[in-house]
């Protein structure tokens, strides 16, 4: 993945690849380790409902997780104050590395070249780019999908490979599709998944586009966000079909179930699962840059009905400001000279408002005043229909690609 920089280059690297050499081989002792956590994590997932099912329940006790992460980065500060991103491998501590493969957390699984700056021998700086989702979400998500034997499912974002592992086990290899936009990462789940005897159809490729050549499938799942259902994924998903993919509306997302109709269209509803994927992306190792514009300069501070802290307690109130203001990013503010954060949302005309995490209970705006005053209105409007969760909304997708989201039980809409 490019990871690696300093001035023992060469040398780091060989260590590296010979750590991960060892690391992935499987044998009778690991096997032996990891079978009581594995049943413990399983049991974990039926307590709190993420497993609902008997099928998926024998699909995950019979899927060794720590086979598809031999390796992954935790976040920690390191003694400079810096937050970094520190390797972690079975050679480090085999009990330790068994621990957090069968906890039920996202482990990271690779940096952003182009963002990861090496700071010590095991730790870098940068965004990741890969990972291995927490069982809980992707469990609830299987569930969501609702796969019936026979069906062709196409997983999108193979990743470790540990998600295409669990539908191979569910379905049956041969019904089940997999793509990611890293070819490395799609041939080292391919070499994974053949030692667990499967051997599902793997593609390298942008998924957007479409899977390579005229195959249609029943079930669509997506491990990484898209602003929109890419028109591809619709032309490709049969009558009657489901789509279910992590909407990525700026300021906040959540994970869609769409039944695909004759004519094109879908329609469905937020799922209990929220969103946050890392973003689907052309390029096989880094994220384009952002082109945002210049700031407008600061216009005037005062009292707010809404707080930063009232926004980041309730996802289902940031994705309905998702709802009011899809053009709209939400980012953390950093102030040079006093060191106070705050949250800050931009529009792309410069307009800006920012909110502080602490302190009173104003709001700074720049340009737009508007700009806050939808957001208080968001507010109002939520607290009065009793606060309802992201579950109550719909989404629906038109033949033509235009979307809107709905309140259920009133029936207001939003157009994205």
């Known amino acids: 993945m490019g990871l690696d920089s300093g001035r023992d280059r060469t040398t780091h690297r060989g260590r590296h690849r010979r750590r991960a050499a060892r690391s992935t081989r499987v044998n009778d002792t690991q096997i032996a380790n990891a079978r009581p956590r594995l049943a413990a994590l399983v049991e974990e997932l039926r307590d709190t409902?993420?497993?609902?099912?008997?099928?998926?329940?024998?699909?995950?006790?019979?899927v060794p997780r720590h086979l598809f992460v031999p390796q992954w980065y935790s976040q920690e500060t390191n003694e400079q104050g810096l937050a970094v991103w520190r390797r972690r491998d079975a050679d480090d501590d085999r009990g330790a590395w068994l621990d957090a493969v069968y906890s039920d957390q996202t482990l990271v699984t690779a940096l952003d070249p182009a963002t990861a700056e090496q700071v010590d021998d095991d730790a870098w700086t940068g965004l990741p780019t890969s990972s291995n989702t927490m069982p809980s979400v992707i469990a609830g998500m299987l569930e969501d999908l609702s796969v019936r034997d026979g069906d062709q499912v196409w997983d999108v974002g193979t990743g470790t490979g540990y998600l295409t592992a669990l539908l191979c086990t569910r379905l049956g290899s041969r019904h089940v599709y997999s793509t990611d936009v890293v070819p490395d990462l799609v041939e080292t789940a391919r070499r994974r998944l053949a030692q667990l005897g499967h051997e599902p159809h793997l593609a390298a490729g942008d998924a957007r586009d479409g899977y390579p050549g005229d195959a249609s499938f029943d079930r669509v799942i997506a491990t990484c966000s898209v602003p929109a259902v890419p028109p591809a994924w619709v032309e490709q998903t049969r009558p009657g079909g489901l789509i279910l993919t992590d909407i990525a509306l700026g300021i906040e997302g959540g994970v869609v179930r769409l039944t695909i109709d004759a004519d094109r269209s879908g329609s469905g509803r937020f799922t209990a699962g929220g969103g946050r994927?890392?973003?689907?992306?052309?390029?096989?190792?880094?994220?384009p840059a952002a082109n945002r514009p210049a700031q407008a300069p600061a216009t005037h501070t005062r009292p707010t009905t809404v707080t930063a802290a009232d926004i980041r307690a309730h996802y289902p109130f940031r994705l309905?400001?998702?709802?009011?203001?899809?053009?709209?990013?939400l980012v953390y503010h950093l102030d040079d000279d006093t060191g106070a954060m705050a949250i800050q949302l931009q529009h792309p005309d410069g307009s800006w408002a920012r909110a502080p995490l602490s302190g009173p209970q104003t709001v700074t705006v720049g340009g737009s005043p508007e700009l806050w005053h939808r957001v208080e209105d968001a507010w109002n409007w939520w607290n009065l229909e009793g606060r309802p969760d992201h579950t109550q909304f719909g989404y629906r997708r038109e033949a033509d690609g235009s979307a809107h989201v709905w309140h259920i039980p009133t029936g207001r809409a939003w157009p994205l």
């Not at 409902?49 to 019979?62: D, Q, S």
């Not at 309905?320 to 990013?329: I, N």
Request: aromatic share 14%; no cysteine; charged share 15%.
């Open 49 to 62: 409902g993420a497993l609902r099912t008997p099928e998926w329940v024998t699909a995950f006790a019979a």
């Open 277 to 287: 994927f890392m973003a689907a992306r052309g390029d096989a190792h880094t994220y």
């Open 320 to 329: 309905l400001l998702a709802f009011h203001l899809p053009t709209v990013e």
